[in-house]
């Protein structure tokens, strides 16, 4: 699959879809071909891949027929595409597949296999707590993870940096150590009330 391929499959679709031919929302890719083709060239068969809304690209470099694809498409399902058979999944959730790939991962990781997981989110995602919570988990459980941030500099039409600022990722975060004196909870002593 090459940078035209690619092109073509969505212009294809952008004409099914003014054809009146897809009755649900697509959501088409252009101008990110030649640094996803870089990413899929580490990819593995057997990696697992985690994508969003606007998964078309993710599918086909990730092997999924074209054909497949395509009809997945026209009956309405073009953002979710999931496909077992090539460990693929998707959401029209923002972020909602990251807690299943973590998943994944930790499976992968239990039973010692050698595949990997890839988590693809756009750069208002990235902004979000559940890609902060799922980054640090999996790098402090050490699981077979890749995370990769879609900046086109946009959430839907709002550009992310108006609503994150120009200091966008980074934060005052303080920490402190100290040495608890009472338990978890109550206060250390079982207590019968009659």
Same mark, same amino acid.
């Given at each position: 699959?090459?940078?035209?391929d690619?092109?073509?499959?969505?212009?294809?679709?952008?004409q099914?879809f003014?054809?009146?031919?897809?009755r649900?929302?697509?959501? /088409?890719?252009?101008g990110?071909e030649?640094?996803l083709i870089?990413?899929f !060239?580490?990819?593995?068969?057997e990696? #697992?891949? +985690?994508?969003?809304?606007r998964?078309?690209?993710h599918?086909?470099?990730?092997?999924i027929?074209?054909?497949?694809?395509?009809n997945?498409?026209?009956?309405g399902?073009?953002m979710h595409?999931?496909?077992?058979?090539h460990r693929?999944?998707?959401?029209?959730?923002?972020?909602?597949c /990251?807690?299943?790939a973590l998943?994944?991962?930790?499976?992968?990781k239990? !039973?010692?296999?050698?595949?990997?997981? #890839?988590v +693809?989110v756009g750069?208002?995602a990235?902004?979000?707590?559940t890609?902060?919570e799922?980054?640090?988990?999996?790098?402090?459980?050490?699981?077979p993870?890749?995370?990769v941030i879609?900046d086109?500099g946009?959430?839907?039409?709002?550009?992310t940096?108006?609503?994150?600022?120009?200091s966008r990722g980074?934060?005052?975060?303080r920490y402190?150590?100290?040495?608890r004196v009472?338990p978890?909870?109550?206060?250390?002593?079982?207590?019968i009330?009659?």
């Amino acid at each position: 699959m090459n940078k035209q391929d690619l092109i073509q499959f969505e212009e294809e679709i952008k004409q099914l879809f003014l054809d009146a031919k897809i009755r649900a929302p697509v959501h /088409l890719s252009r101008g990110n071909e030649a640094p996803l083709i870089e990413i899929f !060239k580490q990819i593995g068969k057997e990696d #697992w891949v +985690f994508s969003t809304h606007r998964n078309h690209y993710h599918a086909l470099l990730h092997g999924i027929d074209r054909n497949w694809l395509r009809n997945e498409i026209l009956a309405g399902r073009s953002m979710h595409i999931n496909n077992k058979e090539h460990r693929f999944m998707s959401s029209s959730l923002v972020g909602g597949c /990251l807690p299943i790939a973590l998943g994944v991962a930790m499976a992968i990781k239990r !039973k010692r296999l050698k595949s990997h997981v #890839w988590v +693809f989110v756009g750069d208002m995602a990235a902004e979000t707590g559940t890609v902060h919570e799922c980054t640090k988990y999996a790098a402090r459980h050490d699981l077979p993870t890749t995370f990769v941030i879609e900046d086109n500099g946009l959430s839907t039409n709002t550009p992310t940096q108006e609503t994150w600022g120009k200091s966008r990722g980074k934060s005052d975060i303080r920490y402190y150590r100290y040495r608890r004196v009472w338990p978890h909870i109550n206060v250390g002593k079982w207590v019968i009330f009659k």
